[in-house]
T-cell receptor
Framework: DAKTTQPPSMDCAEGRAANLPCNHS???????VYWYRQIHSQGPQYIIH???NNETNEMASLIITEDRKSSTLILPHATLRDTAVYYC????????????FGSGTKLNVKP | DTGVSQDPRHKITKRGQNVTFRCDPI?????LYWYRQTLGQGPEFLTY????????KSRLLSDRFSAERPKGSFSTLEIQRTEQGDSAMYLC????????????FGPGTRLTVL
């Protein structure tokens, strides 16, 4: 599975969009990008995943560049409850083994 | 609530004691995973099961650690002769076998070894 690089922390004002970047320059053609988040003292929570097309669900949008070497998770209207550590993970869709989480990005949503 | 439960949520023990944690996955999920998370780090993989078979163990899983999933349902993780370095959050996750392998995580068990 390809490795990912994320900034250690980011700030965002409440009500504004939070854009969290992730670099995965060694991603291969059959590997998906997953995003999870972990709110303090809880287990990680699935947010979204995608292969090459942009994806959107009720929680967030995922924008993957055309060369697939980077992606951005967008929380359209961040709230204080979105303060968490966000993990970008690359993995083959039919690789049922472990996730490599890395250190993630700590998103601080401020009032 | 993802449907994955872990017990206990918190455990304080003295160095040298044995501890056991339990994980109940989502009932139809064939795969079950254990991770360990220390302060400021992301979760690190320990081991995983497909049904009752333990298919992979990390080198982090020393001889003092043992995991079981006897009937392919709940799982236990035992740590023998605990050390202060074992203090961490122990996370369990489950996933279905033949669909999108998103992992559903439990709330974790926080272990403190004094």
């Amino acid at each position: 599975d390809a490795k990912t690089t994320q900034p250690p922390s980011m700030d965002c004002a409440e009500g504004r969009a939070a854009n969290l970047p992730c670099n995965h320059s060694t991603i291969s053609g059959n590997e998906y990008v997953y995003w999870y988040r972990q709110i303090h003292s809880q287990g990680p929570q699935y947010i979204i995943h995608g292969l090459k097309n942009n994806e959107t669900n009720e929680m967030a949008s995922l924008i993957i560049t055309e060369d697939r070497k980077s992606s951005t998770l967008i929380l359209p209207h961040a709230t204080l409850r979105d303060t968490a550590v966000y993990y970008c993970i690359v993995r083959g869709l039919y690789n049922f083994n472990k996730f490599y989480f890395g250190s993630g990005t700590k998103l601080n949503v401020k009032p | 609530d993802t449907g994955v439960s872990q017990d206990p949520r918190h455990k304080i023990t003295k160095r040298g004691q044995n501890v056991t944690f339990r994980c109940d996955p989502i009932s139809e999920h064939n795969r079950l995973y254990w991770y360990r998370q220390t302060l400021g780090q992301g979760p690190e993989f320990l081991t995983y099961f497909q049904n009752e078979a333990q298919l992979e163990k990390s080198r982090l899983l020393s001889d003092r650690f043992s995991a079981e999933r006897p009937k392919g349902s709940f799982s236990t993780l035992e740590i023998q002769r605990t050390e202060q370095g074992d203090s961490a959050m122990y996370l369990c996750a489950s996933s279905p076998l033949n669909r999108d392998p998103q992992q559903f995580f439990g709330p974790g068990t926080r272990l403190t070894v004094l």
